[in-house]
């Protein structure tokens, strides 16, 4: 595994994180959850990302997780960094919602409780919820770490603008912001462009989450939608009408530039992801323990040419890719 630094902290993340929205909640097989775990730690993935509504049901990720981890991981405590996150509804009623100091202490707590965890290693603020200000949110974060509920704190999917306020109130308590995540693949650069710089600045580490789109940049749905698939699932967030042709496209000629790298499209997609030095890691997300071994191996070729980067961006330089 390779670790890089945190933005300006002394933490090392592996470039490799695994995430839990997907495939660790109750309609999920845990015996491959299970299995998912144990490949990533075993292969220096010391990273686990998770929220409070991961599932379905919403919780059930961090309790599953909770049962692994006390099941064989427990007395590696130390040795790994997990996150969670609160900010989008998790429980019914106008405080299971949003980003108030009441959401965020309550469902810190409950996250605790579900997983089993004595403290979280960073937790985020979901998103800007558009209305709580953001001082409000900040102090929450503080709080949880004044509490020892929380050893950092982070950000997630926050506007330029409400972006640097955090950034500001966080150096200014003295609660630094570790990590601040957001979507990032080759089909969707918005965040490459709008926020990384302004993290680089403030010395905040980047997490980047659907690094493959969803499963769209693994060449999957060439033939149509798999069952089983993420688009196939009821319980998915990758709608059918996302699969669109321009993006199936897209991704069977990314595919070629793949080949000829000796690399799968996902190898090739996580590459390019960390091809930008100010990501500290990309999330993986994978629904076996046989996805989550190939992707591991997009490690053996992080490089690109100048030409295997201008091909690639000629292939994805339309707009209505992004989503
Ligand atoms: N902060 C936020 O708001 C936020 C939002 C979203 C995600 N996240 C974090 O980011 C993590 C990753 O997001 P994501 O799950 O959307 O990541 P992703 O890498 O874009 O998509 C993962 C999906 O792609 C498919 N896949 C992965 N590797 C494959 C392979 N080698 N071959 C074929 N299919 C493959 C699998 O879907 P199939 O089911 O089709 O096999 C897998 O579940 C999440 O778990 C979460 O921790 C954070």
Redesign the pocket.
């Given at each position: 595994m390779i670790y890089r630094y945190s933005g300006h902290s002394g933490v090392q993340l592996p470039v490799l994180?695994?995430?839990?929205?997907?495939?660790?909640g109750d309609v999920d097989c845990f015996d491959e959850s299970v299995r998912m775990i144990l490949k990533a730690f075993d292969s220096g993935i010391c990273h686990f990302?998770?929220?409070n509504n991961?599932g379905p049901p919403p919780g059930s990720a961090e309790t599953n997780f909770g049962r692994i981890f006390h099941g064989y991981l427990e007395s590696h405590r130390d040795e790994v960094f997990i996150?969670s996150?609160a900010g989008?509804r998790m429980w019914e009623g106008v405080y299971g919602d949003g980003c108030s100091r009441k959401n965020i202490i309550a469902s810190c707590d409950q996250s605790l409780r579900r997983t089993g965890l004595e403290y979280f290693d960073v937790f985020?603020c979901?998103?800007y919820d558009g209305v709580t200000p953001v001082e409000e949110s900040m102090q929450a974060l503080i709080d949880i770490v004044r509490q020892g509920k929380a050893l950092y704190v982070g950000i997630?999917?926050f506007p330029p603008e409400q972006q640097l306020q955090a950034y500001e109130l966080l150096r200014e308590a003295h609660v630094p912001c570790l990590l601040s995540?957001?979507?990032c693949?080759l089909f969707d650069r918005k965040a490459q462009r709008s926020n990384f710089h302004l993290a680089a600045d403030a010395g905040s580490g980047i997490?980047?989450?659907?690094?493959?789109?969803?499963?769209?940049?693994?060449?999957?749905y060439d033939g149509g939608i798999?069952s089983?698939?993420?688009?196939?699932?009821e319980s998915?967030?990758?709608k059918v009408s996302q699969v669109t042709e321009g993006r199936v496209e897209a991704a069977r000629q990314l595919g070629e530039v793949a080949r000829r790298r000796g690399q799968?499209l996902?190898?090739m997609?996580?590459a390019w992801v960390l091809n930008d030095e100010r990501v500290t890691s990309?999330?993986?997300?994978?629904?076996?323990a046989?996805?989550?071994e190939?992707?591991i191996n997009a490690l053996a070729n992080l490089s690109f040419s100048e030409e295997e980067l201008q091909e690639i961006n000629t292939i994805v330089a339309d707009e209505a890719l992004s989503f």
């Open positions: 994180s695994l995430g839990l929205w997907h495939n660790f990302d998770l929220a991961y996150s996150k989008h985020y979901h998103r997630s999917k995540q957001y979507r693949s997490v980047c989450f659907s690094p493959l789109a969803q499963g769209l940049l693994t060449g999957k798999p089983g698939s993420r688009a196939a699932k998915g967030f990758l799968t996902a190898q997609a996580l990309v999330i993986l997300g994978t629904s076996s046989r996805q989550l190939s992707n």
